[in-house]
């Protein structure tokens, strides 16, 4: 799968990204504590890091225990494997790395961009504002997270013309 296509799906997927972005804190984890950490369900969980690892951007650790320094996210200094560890590629290094708003923006139509800004219009849309909540753009009472601000920010900086 090509880079562009892998972030495409995780602009479009803010849950999926965060299940990435906790790899990259935890550096070692597995779908229960990833279900914690993150709030999302354990179903849920698990797919994305099916989905992740057939993207080769989570791989399988081999070891057979797990030390507190290989595992961030640890509260013992050492344990036994018990459920099946991922960590982050260096791929899903760089993707991350990619994963701004300038990613972001060229997913989005000047319409969502729109929702961003006015108010207003948020009412009349909730599809487009159902969108922009699963990128991660909006928060669920409907206004702009930080990376939502920053996509707008971008937007007015390129002068698009969103007004």
Not at 96 to 103: N, S, V
Request: aromatic share 8%; with cysteine.
């Amino acid at each position: 799968m090509e880079d562009a296509e892998i972030k495409k799906k995780l602009a479009m997927d803010h849950q999926m990204l965060m299940v990435l972005e906790h790899f990259q804190l935890a550096k070692l984890d597995y779908a229960k504590n990833v279900k914690i950490y993150t709030s999302i369900p354990q179903e849920n969980v698990e797919i994305y890091i099916e989905r992740l690892y057939s993207m080769e951007l989570l791989e399988k650790y081999s070891g057979s225990s797990v030390k507190r320094t290989q595992a961030k996210l640890k509260k013992t200094n050492e344990v036994h494997k018990h459920h099946t560890y991922y960590e982050l590629t260096n791929k899903g290094h760089y993707i991350l790395k990619d994963m701004t708003e300038r990613e972001y923006i060229k997913y989005l139509q000047v319409e969502c961009l729109k929702l961003l800004v006015l108010k207003r219009l948020r009412k009349e849309n909730r599809e487009k504002c159902a969108k922009l909540y699963d990128m991660g753009l909006m928060d669920k009472n409907y206004e702009p997270t930080s990376m939502g601000l920053a996509v707008v920010d971008l937007a007015r900086r390129r002068q698009i013309k969103i007004l």
